[in-house]
């Protein structure tokens, strides 16, 4: 089971750099994110603030540039890795 999830792991994760995962928990840009959104952000792959606020509705009452500007981050991270 344990090899099995560690496959599962090593086949879906986006992020494979731990420190890559480290600013991701940290940097949420003045948004206040609970850690629910902060985790579907990084794992769904947005690329507009649009596409964020449709597949997660909590996002609805946040500032769209600092979204934009958090969305455009998490892009930036994914291409360097």
């Not at 086949?11 to 928990?25: A, G, I, M």
């Not at 946040?62 to 930036?76: G, N, W, Y």
Request: proline residues 1%.
């Amino acid at each position: 089971v344990l090899q099995k999830s560690m496959e599962y792991l090593e086949t879906f994760s986006r992020y494979k750099e731990l420190d890559t995962v480290r600013q991701l928990r940290k940097w949420e840009g003045g948004l206040a994110l609970t850690g629910f959104e902060r985790a579907q952000l990084a794992n769904l792959a947005v690329e507009t603030v649009e596409e964020a606020k449709n597949l997660i509705p909590t996002l609805e009452t946040k500032d769209e540039v600092k979204l934009q500007a958090l969305i455009d981050e998490l892009a930036t991270l994914r291409k360097f890795q």
